[in-house]
């Protein structure tokens, strides 16, 4: 069992910058890959970035945004720069033991409660 929480959310304007938080807790930390998911109003949750190998990205997100962990801290990150009205959203944190499968909601185990992000215009 794990468990996600994550912080760091606020309200930004168009081309500044967050970082966002996913503490973890429970055993074997280091064993899961971890993902970030958005959701924003009335649309579908979309997949950031993620570890396979190395970093994955959506492509809304390449360049921008980077993705890392501390297995020391059992934390993972999302540092968000030149962030746009378009990146408002809900940020989840999600862990999945399968290697594959980095960009299916289906795939991963364990979610956080998310974070609001909100960048204006």
């Known amino acids: 069992q794990v468990q996600l929480v994550e912080s760091g959310g606020g309200l930004v304007q168009a081309g500044g910058s967050l970082r966002l938080s996913c503490a973890a807790s429970g055993r074997s930390f280091s064993s899961y890959f971890m993902g970030w998911f958005r959701q924003a109003p009335g649309k579908e949750r979309e997949f950031v970035a993620s570890?396979?190998?190395?970093?994955i990205y959506a492509d809304s997100v390449k360049g921008r945004f980077t993705i890392s962990r501390d297995n020391a801290r059992n934390t993972v990150y999302l540092q968000m720069n030149s962030l746009m009205p378009e990146d408002t959203a809900v940020y989840h944190c999600?862990?999945?033991?399968?290697?594959?499968?980095?960009?299916?909601?289906?795939?991963?185990?364990?979610w956080g409660q998310g974070t609001q992000v909100t960048v204006s215009s």
């Open positions: 570890f396979s190998g190395g970093s």
């Open positions: 999600a862990a999945r033991l399968r290697p594959t499968g980095w960009a299916n909601t289906r795939e991963y185990d364990y």
